[in-house]
């Protein structure tokens, strides 16, 4: 900060090691990357815990396309070292990054527009099951778009450097004179 200071609990963020910090946040950002690797590997990286995999396929609404691939989990993402793989949709591919991000289970689980690769079904049931998607974590959910805002308990309505509103969807609507009525 240039001044002021951050505090996570109480403790001053210079105060802790980044390293540690960094193992508190999940990130799926706008624009995401898949490796190459088949869909297991993708998201559990190091570990191998089936249970956890598929609880968190099925949180981002991917295990069902998981399931009736021949391969399963062990599918490739692409053909690249799999001739058998599958060139699955961004909005797939996109539901992939969010289990990614889930099975790290980490405490602040930030979302920078998570679903713009989604068809508005699939984004409507994410946004509709989304306690049930992110569980008790603290969530910072980026968007632009008013729909993705609803479900949420805060809303903070920034324009360009500047904060202009503060509250949830029926507080801010209440304020016809505001940026986000």
Known sequence: PTSGEILINVININNIKKESLIKEFSIVFQDFKIISYNIKENIEIDKDNQEKLYDTLS??????????LPKKEHTFINKWFDNEGIAFSGGELQKFALARALYKNRSLVIL????????????????????TVVGKKLTLFISHRLSSCIFSDMIIVIDGNEIEEIGNH???MKNKDGLYY
């Open 170 to 172: 029926h507080e801010l």
């Open 59 to 68: 949180r981002s609404q991917a295990l069902n396309r998981v399931l009736e």
């Open 112 to 131: 920078d527009e998570p679903t713009s690769a989604l068809d508005p079904i699939a984004e409507s049931k994410i946004y509709y099951d989304f306690n």
